[in-house]
């Protein structure tokens, strides 16, 4: 397959951001407690793993180091498999996988191609992994592809409301702002000014359910996520809770494959 700039781009930026990853991943695998976002929301309060996975085939489409994929390990699932293109993320996820020995695959590759059979998974999810990095226009009908009928998707990424206010400036750590900045209508591919070249994708809500229902799921829930409190505590000098607790900062889909 001939790789998409995007690909290539978010593939390149990501062996360098990999290294600031690495601490995350290990406190995650070691935990058996999961935590969502850019808050850390604890997943007794949101539900977005299956508490019982007995049985169940597994993958994280964009799985990074992994965690994701140790959490569903932890919760009995038949098998799992973690999907990136990135090989210094990879490494991180195979060395956790090593030491913990949960029986956790990691295959390198595109969310946007995945390279496995038809029907052949049960569930699938993404953290801020395929669900902003790859083209929602190929990647969802993959995932669609790979579950077998009844089968669950989860994925989460930053909210609409969000991406819309964040500051044109060469600044990352520039807080969001109270004032739109772009428009909501017509998001999709974007850039920063402030990026090492790598393209981010977005939808509108309206968008996303329609390509969800085009490729045959049923929208179960949307969950819209802020700070949980005015003093929250996150990892990103952008996100600013006091923001957060009046508009959302993260989106969760929860929808099943008819």
């Known amino acids: 397959m001939k790789l998409k700039k995007h690909q290539i781009a978010n593939r390149d930026a990501w062996q360098g951001f990999a290294a600031r990853y690495v601490k995350p991943a290990e406190e995650g695998w070691a935990s058996d407690n999961p935590r969502w976002g850019i808050w850390n929301i604890p997943d007794s309060d949101i539900d977005l793993l299956p508490k019982n996975l007995t049985g169940k085939r597994c993958i ?42 949960l029986g956790v695959g990691f295959v390198e590759g595109f969310g946007e191609s995945l390279p496995f059979d038809d029907a052949c998974f049960d569930f699938a999810i993404s953290e801020y992994g395929a669900s902003l990095w790859a083209d929602p226009y190929q990647w969802i009908p993959e995932a669609a592809r790979v579950l077998r009928p009844g089968g669950g998707l989860v994925f989460m990424t930053n909210h609409a409301f969000a991406i819309c206010c964040v500051p044109d400036q060469d600044d990352e750590d520039a807080p969001l702002a109270e004032q739109l900045q772009r428009p909501y209508l017509g998001l999709y591919q974007n850039q920063w000014e402030f990026s090492s070249n790598e393209v981010e ?36 000098a952008w996100a600013d809770a006091a923001w957060a607790t009046k508009w959302p900062t993260e989106e969760v889909w929860c929808a099943r494959r008819l």
């Open 201 to 236: 994708f977005h939808l509108p809500h309206g968008e996303w359910i329609a390509l969800l229902a085009a490729n045959e799921f049923a929208v179960e829930r949307l969950l819209e996520l802020g700070a949980p409190t005015a003093d929250a505590g996150s990892n990103y």
């Open 60 to 101: 994280e489409i964009g799985c990074g180091a992994g965690y994701v994929s140790s959490w569903m390990a932890r919760r009995g699932a038949k098998s799992v498999v973690g999907i990136d293109p990135t090989p210094n993320q990879l490494a991180t996820a195979t060395r956790l996988e090593a030491q913990y020995q």
